[in-house]
């Protein structure tokens, strides 16, 4: 991204409002929070450009740990040294941390029906906005992939998601399965479609 696109420079001070912001609006994390990163980053700052974007998401979704976290870790060392870099998402995630702290302690008093109520409001807005960052990939996806390749691929997600106990279900996994199927299916297709080619030469020569 050519530094003259930004609408807001990647600053120090910047990327620390960025990610107080993005944290505190936010609900869930992860995919939940991508979102409002790509609102930010990409579509109002123009930190990131699409590709970027997308290329973040499934690499942080492929390794372990907060995809948040680690994409708002990719802005800050992408834009600053890497001291400060450190530096900004440490203290920028701190209020965030010191705030979730605050809220255990906090709940210990709170009524449990109160409880039950914040948490179906906070799924449900988790859901939404996963529904929604799913389905805009989904209108990528069709657009390079069949819908049976990706019915398929959905599904593989979705039992490797459900059947498969923690610790054994690490993203990368699923990830490695797929591409050595696809891969397999690509070189025997690549395969056929020589040895079709070579017949029909060999034809031709006779």
Known sequence: MNKKEYTKPPTFWNIFVFILLITFIGFGGGNAIMPVIKRYAVDKYKWLDEDEFHQNVVLTNM??????????????????????????????????????????????????????????????????????????????????????????LFLTTLIFSLFIPTPYNVPVLVMILVIAIYSTVFIIRTKKAKKIDNDEIKKGMK
């Open 63 to 152: 390794l372990p740990g907060p995809a948040a976290i680690q994409t708002t870790a990719y802005i800050a060392f992408k834009s600053l040294s890497k001291f400060k870099a450190y530096l900004v998402v440490c203290l920028a995630s701190m209020p965030h941390t010191f705030f979730a702290v605050g809220l255990i302690f906090a709940f210990n008093k709170i009524p449990t029906q109160y409880l039950v109520v914040v948490q179906i409001g906070v799924l449900v807005a988790i859901t939404g906005a996963l529904l929604g960052f799913g389905y805009n990939y989904f209108k990528k996806g069709r657009k390079v992939m069949k819908l049976s390749l990706w019915i398929i």
